[in-house]
């Protein structure tokens, strides 16, 4: 079964910028849609984005849009998202997430999670 | 769009059952079949527990199931053990724009 690790994590000011990726253990990666979500300390999840296994689709959650950027590089079975303008309250741990597919069709469920990266906006 | 709303707790005895509700809009869980359910431990990452409202994922004890009606779903959790104590999430396909919306989250106690 696939495995996902996330790295990148880290501390940075406001109005920062930092770059998560999410390595996967298997070739199969290409054909994944793929998601971050993330959870702040203490608090629920919150679906950040979505992207298609051929980046033909990319999808955002208000909270970032026009500040985070998904992105992935199959050859590399790895998996971005470009934070930029970074708030106090983007302070999370960021998973990567795949999503659930029976045959061709989402199940719009997320299946496999990593374990998840720290990220920490303060001053 | 305001997250979906649970119970902060829930508890039951060991073998006991307990449900907890997961209430949305029409905007979102009353309008599509894709509800779906989390299980959380400390410090751990989710681990899917229900899909598409009433399915689970291989390796899933049948002690849990799923429902819908209207806006509100549910997520039972039957003969209760000890390590199903943990936090519970909803999740619901919101449409195009929204995409997904999580629940408030409920802590399940095992007494």
């Known amino acids: 079964q696939v495995q996902l690790v996330e790295s990148g994590g880290g501390v940075v000011q406001p109005g920062g910028s930092l770059r998560l990726s999410c390595a996967a253990s298997?070739?199969?990666?290409?054909?994944?849609?793929l998601h971050w979500i993330r959870q702040a300390p203490g608090k629920g999840l919150e679906w950040l984005s979505f992207i298609h296994w051929d980046e033909t689709t990319k999808f955002y959650a208000d909270s970032v849009k026009g500040r985070f950027t998904i992105s992935r590089d199959n050859s590399k079975n790895t998996l971005f998202l470009q934070m930029s303008s970074l708030r106090v309250e983007d302070t999370s741990i960021y998973y990567c997430?795949?999503?659930?597919?029976?045959?061709?069709?989402?199940?719009?469920?997320?299946?496999?999670w990593g374990q998840g990266t720290m990220v920490t906006v303060s001053s | 769009q305001s997250a979906l709303t649970q119970p902060p707790s829930a508890s039951g005895s060991p073998g006991q059952s307990v449900t907890i509700s997961c209430t949305g809009s029409s905007s979102d869980v009353g309008a599509y079949d894709y509800v779906s359910w989390y299980q959380q431990h400390p410090d751990k990452a989710p681990k899917l527990m229900i899909y598409e409202v009433n399915k689970r994922p291989s390796g899933v004890p049948d002690r849990f199931s799923g429902s819908k009606s209207g806006n509100t779903a549910s997520l039972t959790v039957s003969g209760l053990r000890a390590e199903d104590e943990a936090d519970y999430y909803c999740?619901?396909?919101?449409?195009?724009?929204?995409?997904?919306?999580f629940g408030t989250g409920t802590k399940v106690t095992v007494l």
């Open positions: 999740c619901s396909h919101a449409g195009p724009y929204i995409h997904y919306v």
């Open positions: 298997e070739f199969s990666f290409r054909t994944y849609g």
């Open positions: 997430v795949k999503e659930k597919v029976t045959g061709t069709e989402y199940d719009k469920a997320f299946e496999i």
